[in-house]
């Protein structure tokens, strides 16, 4: 991961939310940002605390405030002057509520132009607009979609891509997909593999990711062809040993189901399979008891596509480390392929499957 100090300091925006899944933009750019330098949280629930240890109890020197009138205290002792405040949170449907547009103007007030990744846009609150004109300032709506002559179509380009492709697919949406794609990324690049990694969400834009697209931001139409231009751009441009594919959602997901796209138009042979042994029923669906399948059941499925899952990657959400080392050691026993929690312990016990998938699909020349 290449980080240069020219980057652009930024608070992130969570309403009080930073200790919930819901902060899932929060918490990757708390992790890592290679566009961005997170200077503080703006977070009244957990306000005074290190915000790398609300996350996952590692200290990251990153301030969470009360509020942002706050941050003149802290740049006079040293901190980067914020440019940018983001929100960090991504709510049901991607609705902009009031406490969020209020969030966004006080962050105007304070000079920062404001980023967000939910539906509802930034750009049409009025509110927001005058006083983004008022201070020269700029708002970002990360999920505008593009119009439709800037879109690709799927062609069948794909084909001329000869590096595999390796899908993060999960079994429900917000288990950490994106975070086990980075963490594969980097570990691949630190035993000498040139891999580069394809984003499909907001924060993977936020997170410094060079090629990739919003995917549930694309006409349905289009979401094949911007994934294929995506790889091929990608391709093109670095002739990688390797292109990871983050998901989204889960292929069975019924509020949202994704995943085929990245196996069929993709044409991802192999996959790593996101897992939270926690959670009982698809997110957003408790009420009407849709109840997420045994992850043997998603491993089935995605061979029906033709794919293979190399490993399956466990979120430790709802259940303490020793039940979560348990999940792991019980899924062990039952797969015979690599459970890791990376959280706990990284994803190293991956890589070797995933250089033999690489040499198997590489075609000798």
């Known amino acids: 991961m290449m980080i240069t100090d020219d980057r652009p300091g930024a608070v992130l925006l969570t309403g009080g939310r930073l200790h919930e899944p819901y902060s ?3 918490h990757g750019l708390i992790r890592d940002s290679e566009r961005f330098e997170i200077v503080a949280v703006a977070d009244h629930n957990n306000a005074g605390k290190d915000a790398g240890e609300v996350l996952d109890g590692i200290h990251r020197d990153i301030p969470i405030l009360e509020s942002l009138d706050e941050l003149a205290g802290l740049i006079a002792a040293g901190a980067k002057t914020p440019t940018w405040a983001i929100i960090g949170v991504a ?3 991607g609705q902009l509520s009031k406490q969020l547009i209020e969030a966004a103007a006080d962050a105007l007030r304070h000079d920062m132009s404001v980023a967000a990744g939910v539906h509802d846009y930034l750009s049409e609150v009025p509110l927001l607009v ?3 004109a008022e201070r020269d300032l700029e708002l970002l709506d990360l999920r505008k979609p593009k119009p439709p002559s800037e879109l690709h179509f799927w062609t069948g380009e794909i084909d001329t891509v000869t590096a595999p492709r390796l899908a993060v697919l999960g079994t ?3 288990v950490g997909k994106r975070t086990t794609t980075r963490f594969l990324h980097h570990a691949l690049q630190e035993a000498g593999t040139h891999s580069a990694l394809i984003a499909t969400g907001q924060t993977g834009w936020l997170q410094g990711a060079t090629y990739g697209f ?9 979401v094949s062809g911007e994934l294929e ?4 751009e990608c391709w093109n441009a670095e002739q990688p040993d390797l292109i990871l594919l983050e998901g989204q959602s889960s292929l069975r997901n019924p509020s949202g189901p994704c995943g085929s796209e990245l196996l069929l138009s993709g044409d991802a042979k192999g996959a790593i399979l996101q897992h939270s042994p926690g959670r009982i029923w698809f997110d957003g669906c408790e009420a009407i008891d849709k109840r997420i399948p045994p992850v043997a059941d998603e491993i089935a499925l995605i061979s029906m596509y033709g794919s293979e899952v190399l490993g399956v990657c466990l979120n430790g959400e709802n259940l303490t480390t020793a039940q979560l080392v348990a999940e792991r050691d019980a899924l062990r026993s ?3 392929i690599p459970v890791v929690a990376p959280l706990l312990e990284g994803v190293s016990d991956l890589i070797d499957p995933i250089h033999a ?5 590489t075609p000798q020349e």
């Not at 919003?214 to 289009?222: A, G, I, K, M, T």
């Not at 231009?229 to 091929?232: D, F, M, P, Q």
């Not at 998938?357 to 699909?361: C, G, S």
């Open 357 to 361: 998938y690489i040499a198997a699909q």
């Open 229 to 232: 231009h995506a790889i091929v």
């Open 214 to 222: 919003v995917l549930d931001s694309v006409p349905n139409d289009f």
């Open 24 to 26: 899932k933009v929060a």
């Open 334 to 336: 039952s797969l015979d």
């Open 91 to 93: 709510t049901h449907g």
């Open 172 to 174: 429900d949406c917000a």
């Open 130 to 132: 005058e006083l983004a």
